[in-house]
């Protein structure tokens, strides 16, 4: 058994302090294999995988006294990581933000109508997604990194200049073709 698990085990008895560096503890410890875990349910999204294992450990610290030691400290994180999904799914939903949708999401609340059509709109997504993946694959390299640091990674078209050794100018000019070449193969693709 770690040495966490058995402080844990007995946070009940301590006093605030103790509980502080007792969440400290869990944090060092099971932080990375808890964002994994959340990275996995939030579709890769780094940014809402960082919030969501924050809220966690925080609703982790005010909770911390009631852990009892029916299951590992890990399991008891995940549990509280995934009402904190499922809470951040139903704040998207309410927000009309629902591009994607979780199978612990459907499990929950069903297939209604709205259900059903985010699910659409998400399958049409996943389809546009790797249509586009597939055509940039058969574009020259300079076009698909061009097209890959301006949408995918967000870089300015200065960023992108120093990355490939060219000017601002000669960038945009790259980026005007890599997105006509783009769309030409993404029409060609709808056609066939």
Avoid at 37 to 55: K, N, P, S, T
Avoid at 76 to 98: G, N, P
Avoid at 119 to 142: N, S
């Amino acid at each position: 058994m770690k040495t966490t698990e058995r402080h844990v085990r007995g946070v009940a008895e301590q006093d605030e302090k103790s509980r502080e560096l007792t969440l400290g503890e869990l944090y060092e410890d099971y932080r990375e294999r808890l964002l994994r875990f959340v990275l996995f349910r939030v579709h890769g999204d780094d940014a809402i995988a960082e919030d969501i294992v924050q809220e966690a450990f925080t609703a982790a610290l005010v909770s911390l006294s009631g852990f009892r030691s029916r299951s590992s400290p890990y399991t008891w994180l995940c549990s509280i990581a995934q009402h904190k999904i499922a809470d951040h799914y139903r704040r998207e939903s309410a927000d009309q933000r629902t591009g994607e949708l979780s199978l612990d999401h459907l499990a929950d609340h069903g297939a209604d109508d709205s259900t059903i059509s985010s699910i659409e709109r998400w399958l049409e997504y996943q389809e546009t997604r790797d249509m586009v993946r597939r055509a940039l694959q058969d574009l020259p390299e300079t076009y698909a990194d061009v097209i890959r640091y301006k949408y995918f990674d967000g870089l300015t078209l200065s960023e992108i200049g120093q990355e490939l050794g060219r000017s601002p100018k000669a960038v945009e000019g790259l980026l005007a073709r890599a997105r006509r070449a783009l769309s030409s193969t993404l029409t060609e693709a709808a056609h066939s």
